[in-house]
């Protein structure tokens, strides 16, 4: 089983840049893939970014070429840099770790994109 928990959130102006961590409980070398995932007020939950073994990313188009999504193993950390951020950036941010057989979600971290 895997525990994660995101950090990095908080209150960014429009054209800032944030850098998220989803710090997990143990290795994340055996998961199959790590993402990144958000939820705007009074929307659906949206797929961001994932990325497989230590360097194939994929992205939403939303977010392609701000977003960047890396791995770090020794530190069972997954980052998500957000660069010229906007205000439809702003949801609460989701972890997400795919097992061979099992998905785990961390709480959330609180984005907010405003002047």
């Known amino acids: 089983q895997v525990q994660l928990v995101e950090s990095g959130g908080g209150l960014v102006q429009p054209g800032g840049s944030l850098r998220l961590s989803c710090a997990a409980s143990?290795?994340?070398?055996?998961?199959?893939?790590m993402g990144w995932y958000r939820q705007a007020p009074g929307k659906q939950r949206e797929w961001v970014a994932t990325?497989?073994?230590?360097?194939?990313?994929n992205y939403a188009d939303s977010v392609k070429g701000r977003f960047t999504i890396s791995r770090d193993n020794a530190k069972n950390t997954v980052y998500l840099q957000m660069n010229s951020l906007k205000p439809e950036d702003t949801a609460v941010y989701y972890c997400?770790?795919?097992?061979?057989?099992?998905?785990?979600w961390g709480q959330g971290t609180q984005v907010t994109v405003s002047s």
């Open positions: 997400k770790a795919l097992g061979p057989s099992e998905e785990y």
């Open positions: 990325i497989t073994g230590i360097s194939y990313t």
């Open positions: 143990r290795s994340i070398f055996s998961i199959n893939a």
